[in-house]
């Protein structure tokens, strides 16, 4: 299918949605079921008063969504009505006044029966007709979309038409990568290699410049402050203008920011280079605003360093056609990758006392992401206590039996597991 001819049935899709929602707005509440319409005459209706042409759509496709909509109300209310039936069971056991009940529903004629119109507007959830799928991706799917059902799990499928990818960039690796991102490095994957090296320099470097310059702002706004108590406001307007102006600042700021954008988005373009699907921490919740944040200049940066690498995974991935996929990161760094035990981790190493062996923290780190993607209990917003939780009854099953000292590590642990690079081995 070619763009044009795509574009033109998202826009059909549009403009039918518009008809569905007025549809349901008309016909679909408790005050329009007096109406008693049929779609044939909601049809006749609509011609006669003119109200299908500002739907801009063709007379067989509007005339069908009218149709298809009205099937949907009715069946709505179908389903209210067996619950409402319940009730009336509950509610008397008079069998004449019963039937005039049953009656009046099967009718449609309950809306002047107190307790019935109460009940029908209880039961009836209108306007549900769609079901929300919430999506484990920020890439919204578009299309024509495949849904596969499959142990509880929806699985979104949908056809990417190659020649749309803007990107001239060569596209992705055809794996899946944990990252794990950082200060030191920008991001370190699941097979043990760094990317971005230079980013905890530049943030070094700018922390203390801008701890300097905080120092010698207040300090010329000291003076200045004691130049104008004393009326030498010529001195005191010298000193604002010239030494506390926001245009060198500002500068300076746009400098080192563009710096660690290219920092950032280089070592995502390094990960992207072998990956068809990404995985990382959910980078976009959780964040500090900033009031507090406070003056803290190191928090500043964090957050503020943070949001650029939730951008370039986001970015890059979908420019290059690959899959960004957030998961839930909660404990990724406190528990060992091989055993799932809490272990120990001091600077930038983790202890597994039940493994007795010692990871690089940030590879334990992005090993853990990479099997969060296929997680089966914990989901993206899985509360952090729960998860704990999870990880827990995880290894007090295992702790029944007996452990199997594993003498064939898994590829990725054979990478982290390197003797100089990533991981040094007590065993
Ligand atoms: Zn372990």
Redesign the pocket.
Known sequence: MNERKYAALVEQARRLGRVRSEVWQRYGSVAGVGSGLRDRQVRDQWLAKGTHTRFGVLANAWKETVRDAMADIAANMEAAKVQVRRAIDRRTKDAAERKRMFTALKADQWATDPFLARQMRKRWKRGHNRIRIPLSTTVAPTGTLRLILRGGRVEVHYQVDASRLRSSRRPGGDRTIGVDKGYTEALTDSDGDHHGPRLGELLATESDRLKERNRRRAKLRSIANTAARRGDHAKAHRIRSNNLGSVERERKTARHRSQVRTEIFTAVHEVVDKAATVVAEDLTKRFAGRKTLGRNVNRRLAAWTKGVTAEALRNVSERRGSAFVPVNAAYTSQT?H??G?F?RRSGDRFH?T??G?VWQADVNAAINILQRAGDPDIALHTPHHVVKQILQDRTDRHRTRLPVQDSSPAPAERRANHPNRSAMSNE
């Open positions: 060992c091989r055993c035990r272990g597994c039940w493994c062996v």
